[in-house]
């Protein structure tokens, strides 16, 4: 009866649904407060994709394409033909390999790999897939216990993948690979637009080539980035399953995309590596709810040098813990459902196809590859400009940084390693730094208590340490006399005063004279407006990159 009286008493209806307009009005009540608008609240992605604060039911009625089986394939990728190696990846936890070796040391390195428990996917090299064709034929494998990926160009291995098609009915031929784009600082959307563009081309060479249009389409796998931005990662693997599924329609196929993310190149840091580990998990977290087939985390060490064991053991428990630990791969497409990821789906999704259809309009690739090179560029300038104003902010180098980090050392890469990496440019600044005999200087003019000049002194401090400046303070001072000491103690040649705004009136005219009759040969304050005679001003959403340039050109360090 007690629980009966309690229903009877609750009434989930009882109070109108409140609209989004009602909450837009409130959140735009709150915000004028504080001179602020709405549209602060809203952030822009560098395909010109507007996020919202809020997504409600009514945002979105798009539900992306659910992927096809649970969890995903755990692929360890190898550039050095290391059979130890090799057998630790798959003794814990790696399900599939993706190998680039010469073609000559094949077979000692998968001596002592089941073949048709860990699939292997190669590196387009067409001597490299000979050989493995050979390995599979001589194995004692059924036909359709061979899967896999010899990521040949249709152009140039048509009669290797012919054979492959013709001896195993389930081994995929030919990689779709987008890092490129990716690679090249290009956008989510240009990303999606030219693989999208690239596989259709692909598809016309195969079909050229004699195969059928279901053979042709049975031989591809998409390759995708995943970043650390996982919202972005989740729907841009959800739209490339849709973009493809209409590609396939078109066509007469009902062949599903297969993809493979592997954790962006472009995010990795040489400083401060550590941190790489935390963007690796987000990025395969995002991957695998976005319902990649394959995931690879790239070693937190990747852009340094040749990982070591360490680092590819923690690379494969990422991808252990998420499927292991956490569960994901118990759950089909657990995205869905969600406002705002299908929203920004099916943005991404239309804007990728109208750039796939600008492509296709240019010729298609490889015609159009110039119309593609040109617009990707221009978006990494944007991005690099981003970076180097700190909107896009990248922890351990621009934001963060930790001087006294001890180096990680690895065997350098054999060849260079392609496309842009988002740290490149604060990075060579510290590279200048540490390269100094002694690490140059810029002195914190700190005024008053810590209470009053920690929140701008620790700003400062954070934005030189990017360019790899010491930036010794004086402390706690209540004088004058106090900050000149400490700064002719230091003997540095650059003053940035911090402190707060009262502070600044009481004292910047005088502290900016005496520093300069004690040797100070450029005086900058963290903040926006003084009535003292400074040199520049340093604050937030600042141009850093050409602050820090400027202070190694003002002290003569070379680049």
């Not at 680039?100 to 996917?121: F, G, M, R, W």
């Not at 064709?133 to 152009?155: K, M, T, W």
């Not at 923690?314 to 657990?334: F, K, M, W, Y």
């Not at 450029?522 to 340039?549: H, Q, S, W, Y």
Request: glycine letters at 6%.
């Amino acid at each position: 009866m007690m629980e009966l009286a309690l229903a009877a008493e609750f009434r989930p209806n009882e109070f109108p649904e409140p609209t989004r307009e009602q909450w837009r009005d409130l959140v735009e009540a709150v915000l004028r407060k504080s001179g602020a608008s709405y549209d602060s609240l809203v952030t822009r992605t560098y395909d010109g994709i507007d996020i919202q604060p809020l997504y409600t039911e009514a945002s979105s009625k798009f539900p992306g394409l659910a992927p096809a089986k649970q969890g995903w394939d755990v692929r360890q990728r190898h550039t050095v033909p290391d059979k130890i190696a090799v057998m630790n990846d798959l003794e814990g936890g790696v399900t599939s390999l993706w190998l680039a070796v010469p073609a000559e040391t094949l077979q000692d390195v998968l001596a002592d790999v089941y073949l048709d428990l860990a699939p292997i996917t190669l590196d387009g090299d067409v001597e490299a897939a000979r050989a493995m064709l050979r390995i599979y034929d001589e194995s004692p494998l059924l036909p359709e216990q061979v899967h896999g990926n010899l990521a040949l160009d249709p152009l140039k291995g048509t009669e290797v993948i012919k054979q492959a098609n013709k001896l195993f009915p389930h081994l995929r031929t030919v990689v779709v690979d987008a890092l490129p784009f990716h690679d090249a600082g290009g956008s989510d959307a240009e990303e999606l637009g030219a693989s999208i563009a690239l596989g259709v081309a692909h598809l016309r060479a195969l079909t050229a080539a004699g195969l059928s249009t279901a053979q042709a389409f049975a031989q591809l796998e998409f390759r995708y980035a995943a970043t650390a931005d996982q919202f972005l990662t989740i729907a841009k693997l959800r739209a490339a399953r849709r973009l493809w599924a209409r590609v396939a329609e078109v066509s007469g196929s009902g062949e599903k995309q297969v993809q493979h993310a592997v954790t962006s190149s472009a995010m990795m840091t040489r400083r401060d590596p550590w941190v790489n580990m935390l963007r690796t998990t987000v990025a395969a977290f995002a991957a695998g709810l976005g319902g990649a087939d394959a995931v690879t985390v790239q070693p937190f060490d990747a852009a340094i040098g040749l990982p070591d064991e360490f680092s590819r053991r923690i690379a494969r428990n990422t991808q252990n813990l998420l499927l292991e630990e956490s569960h994901l791969g118990e759950v089909i497409d657990p995205a869905a459902g969600s406002w705002y990821v299908e929203q920004l789906t099916d943005e991404l999704a239309k804007t990728a196809w109208a750039w796939f259809q600008e492509i296709e309009r240019a010729g298609g690739l490889p015609s159009a590859r110039n119309l593609v090179d040109d617009r990707i560029a221009r978006t990494w300038e944007t991005r690099r400009q981003h970076i180097a104003d700190r909107r896009d902010p990248i922890t351990g180098v621009s934001e963060f940084p930790f001087l006294d980090e001890k180096p990680v050392n690895r065997t350098p890469h054999s060849e260079p390693q392609a496309g842009v990496r988002y740290a490149q440019d604060f990075e060579a600044l510290r590279d200048l730094a540490d390269a100094q005999p002694e690490r140059p200087r810029v002195f914190l003019a700190t005024l008053g208590p810590v209470s009053a000049h920690t929140a701008r002194a620790t700003f400062a401090a954070n934005l030189f340490n990017a360019g790899g400046f010491a930036t010794p303070n004086a402390g706690a001072t209540k004088t004058v006399e106090d900050v000149v000491e400490a700064f002719k103690a230091d003997d540095a040649k650059i003053a940035v005063l911090c402190g707060s705004e009262q502070s600044y009136a009481d004292l910047a005219v005088p502290v900016v004279t005496a520093l300069r009759a004690a040797g100070a040969e450029r005086v900058l304050l963290a903040g926006k407006k003084t009535d003292a005679e400074v040199d520049g001003f340093v604050f937030m959403g600042c141009p850093a990159l050409d602050i820090l340039t400027e202070t190694f050109d003002f002290l003569g360090v070379k680049r």
